[in-house]
């Protein structure tokens, strides 16, 4: 049982910038995920086991980044030029199969309690 506790979202304008930070019990390959209002969940970025692969979507490449800390089995989303389509509940979550990087929500066993970030116009 991989437990995960986020902090950091927050409210922000447009164009500012939000770290969010998840802390797992045990090392993982993690991913971050965000689900707007009414629609579905979706990976903004994930992160393999080691470190050295990561995947973004396309609407995050450029703005955000993936990071951890396996010292401290931390994973990072560090966002930049945030923009009103990127409110959402954020979620990290974490994988107990497999080390390499996954876009799939299915493929994920644990998740976190989410946070919200808010992007005001």
């Known amino acids: 049982q991989v437990q995960l506790v986020e902090s950091g979202g927050g409210l922000v304008q447009a164009g500012g910038s939000l770290r969010l930070s998840c802390a797992a019990s045990?090392?993982?390959?993690m991913g971050w995920f965000r689900q707007p209002p009414g629609k579905e969940r979706e990976c903004v970025a994930a992160i393999s086991w080691s470190g050295g692969t990561t995947y973004y979507a396309d609407s995050v490449k450029g703005r955000f980044t993936i990071s951890r800390d396996n010292a401290k089995n931390t994973v990072y989303l560090q966002m930049n030029s945030l923009k009103p389509e990127d409110t959402a509940v954020y979620y990290c979550?974490?994988?107990?199969?497999?080390?390499?990087?996954?876009?799939?929500?299915?493929?994920?066993?644990?998740w976190g309690q989410g946070t919200q970030v808010t992007v005001s116009s």
């Open positions: 979550a974490a994988r107990a199969g497999g080390r390499a990087t996954s876009s799939r929500p299915n493929e994920y066993n644990y």
């Open positions: 045990e090392r993982a390959s």
